[in-house]
């Protein structure tokens, strides 16, 4: 038997084919999204359409997608506008009124498991409310990019999971329940919610007859696909940073900076999301005219510190820190170090720093790392991967570059398939293991400590 994974995340979407019962990838395919965002579902639809004959070759599928975004439909399911995405920070100050308005950070945290910052569903409501009341009026129901692409696939009715809810805003991990005031308070009206499906149940069947998982949001997917245990933290280098770790309790962090989302087996998924990620290398990259490939070579012929040049990363405003209105900043510019290398190395360790603080809310908050894996288009940097023992602070483990939100799918898929408890037992991935340099402590110390300055400066 033969079961697809679906990852549509922001930049594209991947399509793997796996065997059911252990996972082997027997064929996999992408095509591109547009870029930008807010995005029409139609976009997703098309672009998945492109790998159709990959995905009527399975016998079932699940979708897993980028968390938050918003889908707002009429009485008769179409998109009353594009969907805003997880990515577009127009709701901040939807985000800060919602905050206040409605008891604060605490409660919000108590609540929904999130202090919701511009990526939250109920933030983009809101903004919709305020700026497009006609598209409010008219939205009947509320739906996420993966539910979306489910109901599309076949599913019957509007239907989501744990994870992808649990970023709403809307919905209480804790108590397993929709938070139908908060929804109403944010859209002036109440809307249709997908119903939550069970973990590993079927909730449909495609039109060539395979059965559709409830699928997820694409963090509690590459949790699934990695098949993560206790101890161990994952940082994901893709359009966004994310650093997350299983829980058996659900979080409530007040600060904002951990969201307590669920997962997708019935257990807990606290993350830290960075708005900058793999694009600080790639916009550095065009900057200096290189590749990805040269990038990661200049990077690592420069010395730690990149000759006192510093980088705080938040080219497109930032969610963790919450500075929706920030942008990127490059200190300690002088005639000696301003080369290739050391501005490959700059955006490398600004990179890692920011991925680093997102570890440390991580532990702040109760994850007890004993190992980091690093996975995510970013992670296929050889300068990210040397460097990043050296700037955590920790040994880091590196699983074999594979789609892993789409694997996670994949195997929820064949979970759905095999009518059991638990989600069938795929072998772990091949990984390498890298150890910090003890030579290199001072340096990376250094670096964090340069990054925090001027992180905390506020320029
Ligand atoms: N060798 C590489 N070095 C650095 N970045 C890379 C490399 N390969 C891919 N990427 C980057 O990874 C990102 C895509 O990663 P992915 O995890 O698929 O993200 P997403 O799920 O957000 O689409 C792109 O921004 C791409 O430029
Ligand atoms: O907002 C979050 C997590 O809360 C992001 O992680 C999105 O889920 C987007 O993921 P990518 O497109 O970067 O994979």
């Given at each position: 038997m033969?079961?697809?994974?679906i990852?549509?995340?922001?930049?594209?979407?991947?399509v793997v084919?796996?065997?059911?019962?252990?996972?082997?990838?027997?064929?996999?395919a992408?095509?591109?999204h547009?870029?930008g965002?807010?995005?029409?579902?139609?976009?997703?639809?098309?672009?998945?359409?492109?790998?159709r004959?990959l995905?009527?070759?399975?016998?079932?599928?699940?979708v897993?997608a980028q968390?938050?975004?918003?889908?707002a439909?009429?009485e008769?399911?179409?998109?009353?506008?594009?969907?805003?995405?997880?990515?577009?920070?127009?709701?901040?100050?939807?985000?800060r009124?919602?905050v206040?308005?409605l008891?604060?950070?605490?409660?919000?945290?108590?609540?929904?498991?999130s202090?919701?910052?511009?990526?939250?569903?109920?933030?983009?409501l809101?903004?919709?409310?305020?700026?497009?009341p006609?598209?409010?009026?008219?939205?009947?129901?509320?739906?996420?990019?993966h539910?979306?692409?489910?109901?599309?696939?076949?599913a019957?009715?509007?239907?989501?999971?744990?994870?992808?809810a649990?970023?709403?805003?809307?919905?209480?991990p804790?108590?397993?329940?929709?938070?139908?005031d908060?929804?109403e308070?944010a859209l002036?009206?109440?809307?249709?919610t997908?119903?939550v499906a069970a973990p590993g149940a079927?909730v449909?069947?495609t039109?060539?007859?395979?059965?559709i998982a409830?699928?997820?949001?694409?963090?509690?997917?590459?949790?699934?696909g990695?098949?993560?245990?206790?101890?161990?933290?994952?940082?994901?280098?893709?359009t966004?940073g994310?650093a997350?770790?299983?829980a058996?309790?659900p979080a409530?962090?007040?600060t904002?900076?951990?969201?307590?989302?669920?997962d997708?087996?019935?257990?807990?998924?606290?993350l830290v999301?960075?708005?900058n990620?793999a694009?600080?290398?790639?916009?550095?990259?065009?900057?200096?005219?290189?590749?990805?490939?040269?990038l990661s070579?200049?990077?690592?012929?420069?010395?730690p510190?990149a000759?006192?040049?510093?980088?705080l990363p938040y080219l497109?405003?930032?969610?963790?820190?919450d500075r929706p209105d920030?942008t990127?900043?490059?200190?300690?510019?002088?005639?000696?170090?301003?080369?290739?290398?050391?501005?490959?190395?700059?955006?490398?360790?600004?990179?890692?720093?920011s991925?680093a603080?997102a570890?440390d809310h991580?532990?702040?908050h109760?994850?007890r790392?004993r190992?980091?894996?690093?996975?995510g288009g970013?992670?296929r940097?050889?300068?990210?991967?040397?460097?990043?023992?050296?700037?955590?602070?920790?040994?880091v483990?590196?699983?074999?570059?594979a789609?892993?939100?789409?694997?996670?799918?994949?195997?929820?898929?064949?979970?759905?398939?095999?009518g059991?408890?638990?989600?069938?037992?795929?072998?772990?991935?091949p990984?390498?293991d890298?150890?910090?340099?003890?030579?290199?402590?001072?340096?990376?110390?250094?670096?964090?400590?340069?990054?925090a300055e001027?992180?905390?400066?506020?320029v």
């Amino acid at each position: 038997m033969l079961v697809a994974g679906i990852d549509s995340s922001t930049q594209s979407v991947k399509v793997v084919l796996c065997r059911a019962e252990d996972g082997t990838v027997v064929a996999e395919a992408s095509a591109p999204h547009p870029d930008g965002t807010e995005c029409a579902p139609a976009h997703w639809w098309d672009a998945l359409g492109q790998l159709r004959e990959l995905l009527e070759r399975a016998d079932a599928v699940a979708v897993a997608a980028q968390q938050h975004g918003m889908v707002a439909l009429d009485e008769a399911g179409e998109p009353v506008r594009p969907a805003l995405l997880w990515n577009d920070v127009r709701s901040a100050p939807q985000a800060r009124a919602l905050v206040a308005g409605l008891g604060g950070p605490k409660t919000w945290a108590e609540r929904t498991g999130s202090v919701p910052v511009a990526s939250f569903t109920v933030t983009k409501l809101r903004w919709m409310a305020e700026h497009e009341p006609e598209n409010a009026r008219r939205t009947a129901a509320v739906l996420l990019p993966h539910d979306w692409l489910t109901w599309r696939l076949g599913a019957d009715g509007y239907v989501t999971d744990r994870g992808d809810a649990s970023g709403t805003g809307y919905w209480s991990p804790a108590e397993g329940r929709y938070l139908p005031d908060l929804l109403e308070a944010a859209l002036g009206h109440a809307a249709e919610t997908p119903r939550v499906a069970a973990p590993g149940a079927a909730v449909g069947e495609t039109p060539w007859g395979a059965p559709i998982a409830p699928g997820t949001g694409d963090n509690m997917g590459a949790a699934l696909g990695l098949g993560l245990r206790e101890g161990d933290v994952v940082v994901s280098i893709g359009t966004s940073g994310t650093a997350f770790a299983v829980a058996d309790t659900p979080a409530a962090d007040p600060t904002g900076a951990v969201a307590g989302f669920a997962d997708a087996t019935g257990r807990f998924l606290p993350l830290v999301c960075t708005l900058n990620a793999a694009r600080i290398l790639t916009s550095t990259a065009r900057m200096i005219g290189a590749d990805l490939a040269e990038l990661s070579r200049l990077a690592l012929a420069a010395g730690p510190g990149a000759g006192g040049l510093t980088f705080l990363p938040y080219l497109d405003g930032e969610r963790t820190p919450d500075r929706p209105d920030a942008t990127g900043v490059l200190a300690g510019m002088t005639t000696a170090n301003t080369d290739r290398e050391n501005l490959a190395r700059a955006a490398v360790e600004a990179l890692l720093c920011s991925l680093a603080d997102a570890v440390d809310h991580l532990a702040a908050h109760g994850a007890r790392p004993r190992r980091t894996l690093l996975i995510g288009g970013g992670a296929r940097s050889a300068a990210v991967r040397a460097l990043a023992p050296d700037v955590f602070g920790t040994p880091v483990t590196v699983p074999e570059p594979a789609e892993y939100v789409a694997l996670g799918a994949a195997r929820q898929a064949a979970w759905a398939l095999a009518g059991t408890p638990e989600p069938p037992a795929w072998p772990a991935p091949p990984a390498t293991d890298h150890e910090p340099d003890p030579g290199m402590a001072d340096a990376a110390r250094g670096v964090r400590a340069r990054y925090a300055e001027l992180r905390d400066k506020r320029v």
